[in-house]
């Protein structure tokens, strides 16, 4: 065996690429030289030309562009940690930077707005006027391309998110670097539906190394299910209007619960602080404290929790709301009800409820639970 040493001379932009390879002594030179043609043309796909002229404005505005990109990323980080909002972003690398202006839609560098580009995915679309006016409270705006207010022929499914186009303020920027301010950026507000379908069909129909009919046909057909969807949890309650309803005990156990305690809180026999942040997960775990209760399956889901409802209505009646016990949560309070009242006689099967020292001092009966959630690390 011996080493072979091929080197692809740098040219320009081109990165020097210096290639090693071990090739066997029994090699024949044509082989050698067909290992070399091979090499040489998978060497030649990694590397992109780019024009001098596009490389030297890129190498001149970089500083400026990742100056603006940490003070854009920094706000919007913090619109979207305060509303709950997914973010990404990025700088626009020398190679994309070519390409784009090589379609021939640009006039001049000024009319490039994405050398810094941010995404923020909002759950729902009737979250997107809120996060606009964010937006615009906090930066310069230069244009604004509302999402269906282009031009779009209604048999073709393409992007179509909003896209805020700004600066920075001159306040936000120490002695109002004018080269700071003059740096555009993109800002795309986008639904969690629409975001999954950009990056997973990006790369693999927009920005692919072939021409594909049919993959742009399935990215279409994506983005036409994404549509959707999106319309679809717009109008979420008229829509569940027109699904047919049918039995399911877990639901109805849920939904008794749910309008046991909701009616408590209304006819202020509860006071508002114990009121759960979700009704929802409340009367879930409601009901897993219930079903924990009984090793075996429970044939009659519903009145095994109209039982237990009772029991606790029993109890709550033995207080008023000004002396409701305030150490413990509605859910923990339920489980000292239960356990006074004879449901719960041991341990729960399958669950393990959160049994505190404030608990066990108001019920007592609760010790037969066990010892419950550990709280240390």
């Not at 740098?10 to 043609?37: C, F, H, N, W, Y």
């Not at 073709?156 to 896209?163: I, K, L, M, N, W």
């Not at 016990?325 to 309070?333: D, G, I």
Request: charged share 25%.
């Amino acid at each position: 065996m011996k080493w072979k040493v091929w080197i692809c001379v740098p040219l320009g932009p081109i990165s020097l690429v210096i290639l090693m390879r071990r090739v066997p002594r029994q090699m024949t030179k044509g082989r050698e030289r067909r290992a070399l043609d091979s090499w040489s043309i998978s060497c030649r796909s990694e590397l992109v030309i780019i024009p001098p002229p596009i490389q030297r404005k890129h190498d001149l505005v970089r500083p400026y562009v990742e100056q603006v990109a940490i003070r854009v990323r920094d706000i919007v980080s913090s619109l979207c940690e305060a509303g709950g909002y997914a973010y990404l972003g990025r700088t626009k690398d020398v190679e994309s930077l070519a390409e784009k202006v090589e379609t021939g839609r640009f006039s001049s560098w000024n009319d490039l707005d994405d050398l810094f580009a941010c995404s923020i995915v909002v759950p729902m679309l009737s979250d997107e006027p809120a996060v606009v006016e964010e937006l615009r409270a906090s930066f310069v705006e230069v244009e604004c391309k509302r999402r269906g207010t282009s031009r779009k022929d209604p048999a073709v499914f393409r992007f179509d998110a909003t896209r805020f186009i700004g600066r920075l303020r001159p306040d936000s920027v120490p002695g109002g670097v004018g080269n700071l301010l003059g740096v555009q950026f993109e800002i795309q507000v986008r639904s969690a539906f629409e975001h999954a379908w950009s990056v997973t069909t990006h790369a693999l129909a927009y920005k692919s190394s072939q021409v594909n009919w049919r993959h742009m046909r399935l990215a279409a057909q994506l983005r036409a299910a994404v549509e959707q969807l999106d319309q679809v949890v717009l109008g979420f309650e008229q829509n569940a209007a027109f699904i047919s309803e049918q039995h399911w005990d877990d639901i109805k156990a849920r939904q008794k619960i749910w309008i046991f305690f909701s009616n408590l809180v209304e006819s202020q026999k509860l006071p508002a602080e114990v009121v759960p942040r979700s009704w929802g997960r409340f009367s879930e775990n409601f009901l897993a404290i219930v079903l924990a209760t009984s090793e075996n399956r429970i044939n009659n889901i519903v009145r095994r929790v109209d039982a237990a409802l009772a029991m606790v209505n029993r109890e709550i009646r033995s207080t008023v709301p000004e002396t409701f016990p305030r150490s413990v949560s509605l859910l923990q309070f339920c489980v000292g009800a239960l356990a006074r009242h004879g449901m719960i006689t041991g341990p729960l099967f399958r669950i393990v409820p959160l049994i505190t020292g404030e608990l066990l001092t108001l019920y007592p009966e609760t010790r037969k639970v066990g010892a419950g959630f550990d709280l240390q690390l």
